[in-house]
């Protein structure tokens, strides 16, 4: 799963049982060598969705960490591209392997809990790649209120959705037990380490997103192909705020 270059056991588990800040802060020179940054097979098609549904002017990506999705909005925003998230560690890395070309938009890197954005309506673009499972349920509609309240008139939330595992196959066995294990792991050290994977079902998120004032509509990305029964195993999420 791990890149030779990668963090070893030992820093895994140490990092584990930090707070999220902290351990990705410790993670934050290795992170780029592990599974957990978004791979090129989901930002391709995520990339190619953006630019059809562009260009915007600025774009923001929620819970940035090392700039992979930054790269994506770099593709489609003309004027500035800002990454926020709540470790400095990886803001820092993001910055070191930012690629800067003259044609490029303006990038700023905000460290800032996405739960508190220190912004007005002044984004017309916001995206998100993996970072749903640091979140609880009950903090989805505030998450969803804070991006709504930086996106002007108009100005769409995207981010992809996979399907979810089926009930008895190995990918929902594997799923069920990492999020068990993280809520022993929970009740049993602090601070807590807020990590699932079951946490985010589409019909939940899309309910809440209309709630919170976007008009939602699911587009597939077929690049990710489709589960047996021909749906995609992947959606994207374009939630535009309506006023």
């Not at 774009?59 to 999705?69: E, R, V």
């Amino acid at each position: 799963m791990f890149a030779p270059q990668g963090p070893t056991v030992r820093e895994l588990a140490v990092q584990a049982l930090s707070s999220v800040e902290r351990g990705y802060d410790l993670l934050a020179p290795k992170f780029d060598h592990t599974p957990f940054r978004t791979p090129e097979r989901v930002l391709t098609p995520v990339s190619r969705a953006l630019r059809e549904l562009g260009p915007f002017g600025s774009g923001l990506d929620l819970c940035c960490g090392t700039g992979a999705g930054m790269d994506a909005l770099r593709q489609v925003c003309r004027e500035r591209v800002t990454g926020v998230d709540i470790s400095a560690g990886m803001l820092s890395a993001g910055r070191t392997r930012e690629r800067v070309t003259a044609a490029a938009p303006r990038v700023e890197w905000v460290r800032a809990d996405a739960r508190a954005l220190p912004f007005g309506p002044v984004f017309d673009l916001a995206v998100s790649f993996g970072a749903f499972g640091h979140f609880l349920p009950r903090e989805r509609p505030g998450l969803f209120a804070q991006v709504h309240s930086v996106l002007r008139p108009g100005g769409r939330f995207v981010f992809p959705i996979g399907a979810p595992a089926r009930p008895g196959s190995a990918g929902y066995w594997t799923l069920l037990a990492f999020d068990a294990v993280m809520r022993v792991r929970n009740a049993l050290w602090r601070p807590e380490f807020v990590m699932y994977y079951r946490t985010f079902p589409l019909a939940e998120v899309r309910a809440e997103l209309t709630r919170t004032g976007f008009d939602v509509r699911l587009q597939a990305l077929p690049e990710l192909g489709h589960r047996p029964d021909g749906s995609p195993r992947c959606r994207l999420v374009v939630a535009t705020r309506s006023s």
